[in-house]
């Protein structure tokens, strides 16, 4: 039986880092939300329950969180680019989006957010 591309999807990732470029955001750090989607071709996984045949989620959101706590960003846009490289680096990777949101960054508004997508050529 053919098998569509798996979807992986890592949603609410909470974490705390530097974002953005004015005195007090680059003092104190922030909480952003992230979300990645990333599509990988699962046919050998679905047909062998081999481990080694599977995109391993886990190994990549660990590169996310020790990039993000350990990072510093001035731009949304830098920190979104820096996650979709991670999340696209395997050679299985069909498509990857990643969005973060910067929770209360403007007065108003629940949150800001930013998305990027990357497909395979």
Same mark, same amino acid.
């Given at each position: 039986?053919?098998? @569509?591309?798996?979807?992986?999807?890592? @949603?609410? *990732?909470? *974490?705390?880092?530097?974002? %953005?470029?004015?005195?007090?955001?680059?003092?104190?750090?922030? &909480?952003?939300?992230?979300?990645?989607?990333?599509?990988?071709?699962?046919?050998?996984?679905?047909?062998?329950? &081999?481990v080694s045949k599977a995109l391993n989620y886990k190994?990549?959101?660990?590169?996310?969180?020790q990039h993000v706590e350990e990072g510093r960003f001035?731009?949304? $846009?830098?920190?979104? %680019?820096? *996650?979709? $490289?991670?999340?696209? $680096?395997? &050679?299985?990777?069909?498509?990857?989006?990643?969005?973060?949101?910067?929770?209360?960054?403007?007065?108003?508004? &629940?949150?800001? @957010?930013?998305? *990027?997508?990357?497909?395979? %050529?």
């Amino acid at each position: 039986m053919p098998v @569509s591309n798996a979807v992986i999807r890592i @949603s609410n *990732l909470r *974490l705390r880092t530097y974002i %953005g470029f004015n005195p007090e955001e680059m003092a104190k750090q922030q &909480d952003v939300v992230i979300n990645v989607e990333i599509q990988y071709p699962a046919y050998k996984a679905t047909e062998s329950d &081999d481990v080694s045949k599977a995109l391993n989620y886990k190994v990549i959101t660990k590169r996310m969180i020790q990039h993000v706590e350990e990072g510093r960003f001035l731009l949304l $846009e830098k920190l979104v %680019g820096d *996650l979709l $490289e991670i999340a696209h $680096e395997h &050679d299985w990777t069909e498509m990857a989006r990643v969005t973060v949101d910067k929770p209360h960054a403007l007065r108003f508004a &629940d949150s800001v @957010s930013l998305t *990027l997508e990357w497909q395979k %050529g």
